[in-house]
């Protein structure tokens, strides 16, 4: 007949941590069952090192009690164990601190102050513990004033193009203006700007949540630089701008959503076009580049200023003479991203900017 030894399956010990099932079908450690908490496993430390101390004090007690004759043994075995609980309550202190700390900073960050912070001491496992938080505690506080920066960049500019149409429309409703062409303009131009604005806002925030679809197919280099180039030449004209088309022709084609890129070569063309004077040009090409297509948009402009251009893949980031949104080479930057390649502008004043970006060459020939 077997014969369990032990506590029956179904009583746990009043010991024994609430939560953890009883039996244990795992022992502790870090071998088959699994890690014991931290907390656990130091206070187990702690009661067994008091445990083994206290008893070789007491069995030391009685020949260091003969050596001093009239001290009691029971007098002296009370000195040593105060002494022992005082070490080591200062020595689970300096434990019990650094988590006491991050407790108190992880209530902070939930309340929203994402400048908590926690120094970086205690064992190992606390110190990696503590460097953790702060760090997330640091990516926490960067995303907030990047959020809020964004919005107010947003508010900024939906607040124009909303101020002339309210302007123009509650000054026909008065009759201050006739309803013709001329006084409709401003309100279809601004209109635009919105509808632009907010097909940008809407492509950031599909690169931002990793949404954005591309459906990729073997796209002729050169036919693409050729639509974009028809696209803004009415623009370009307007302007006074020479708008110039240098794609080799026989290129291998790109593998690239052709909506998506289309879409980032014309933000690039328009900021080209927007930036430079009357008189200027802009030439838009595209060659091969060892395993890669490379396209590229230089203008004559005024050029980047040296302090802003780091800066220009960021979003609404503005020289002091810009007149766009801040968002174009952003979601340009994104979009070729998307696609494996790589967007890099080069600018100096007062020569002009090239921006040039790099996507792959398709398999299919």
Not at 241 to 269: F, I, K, S, Y
Not at 311 to 323: A, I, L, N
């Amino acid at each position: 007949m077997s014969r369990r030894w032990g506590p029956p399956p179904h009583d746990r010990p009043p010991w024994w941590p609430e939560g953890r099932s009883w039996p244990p079908s795992r022992r502790w450690g870090r071998g088959r069952y699994g890690p014991a908490p931290l907390v656990l496993r130091f206070g187990c430390i702690f009661i067994a090192v008091i445990a083994l101390v206290a008893v070789v004090t007491s069995a030391a007690v009685g020949a260091l009690a003969g050596r001093f004759g009239g001290l009691p043994v029971g007098t002296f075995f009370a000195v040593v164990l105060v002494l022992l609980l005082l070490v080591g309550g200062r020595g689970m202190r300096r434990f019990t601190r650094p988590m006491d700390d991050l407790i108190d900073a992880a209530g902070r960050v939930e309340r929203g102050d994402y400048s908590a912070s926690i120094s970086e001491y205690g064992p190992p496992q606390v110190r990696s513990v503590a460097r953790a938080f702060n760090a997330m505690s640091a990516r926490l506080k960067a995303a907030d004033e990047q959020r809020r920066g964004f919005l107010a960049d947003v508010v900024h500019e939906l607040r124009t193009p909303l101020a002339v149409i309210q302007a123009q429309t509650e000054a026909i409703s008065d009759g201050v203006y006739p309803a013709d062409a001329e006084h409709l303009a401003p309100i279809v131009d601004a209109t635009r700007s919105l509808e632009v604005l907010v097909e940008d806002l809407r492509a950031l925030a599909l690169t931002d949540t990793g949404s954005l679809v591309l459906n990729r197919e073997p796209v002729d280099p050169a036919e693409l630089v050729r639509e974009t180039v028809a696209t803004f030449a009415a623009r370009a004209e307007a302007a006074g701008v020479e708008l110039v088309d240098q794609a080799v022709e026989g290129l291998p084609p790109a593998d690239v959503d052709p909506v998506r890129m289309r879409g980032a070569l014309g933000n690039v063309v328009a900021n080209g076009i927007r930036y430079t004077p009357r008189g200027g040009s802009v030439t838009v090409s595209a060659q091969r580049a060892g395993e890669r297509i490379a396209i590229s948009v230089s203008d004559t402009g005024p050029g980047i200023a040296p302090d802003v251009l780091p800066r220009v893949f960021d979003r609404f980031v503005r020289g002091p003479e810009s007149k766009g949104s801040g968002l174009g080479l952003a979601i340009a930057h994104d979009i070729v991203a998307a696609h494996g390649g790589e967007i890099i502008v080069a600018s100096s004043t007062p020569s002009g900017t090239t921006v040039r970006m790099t996507v792959p060459i398709s398999a299919v020939d």
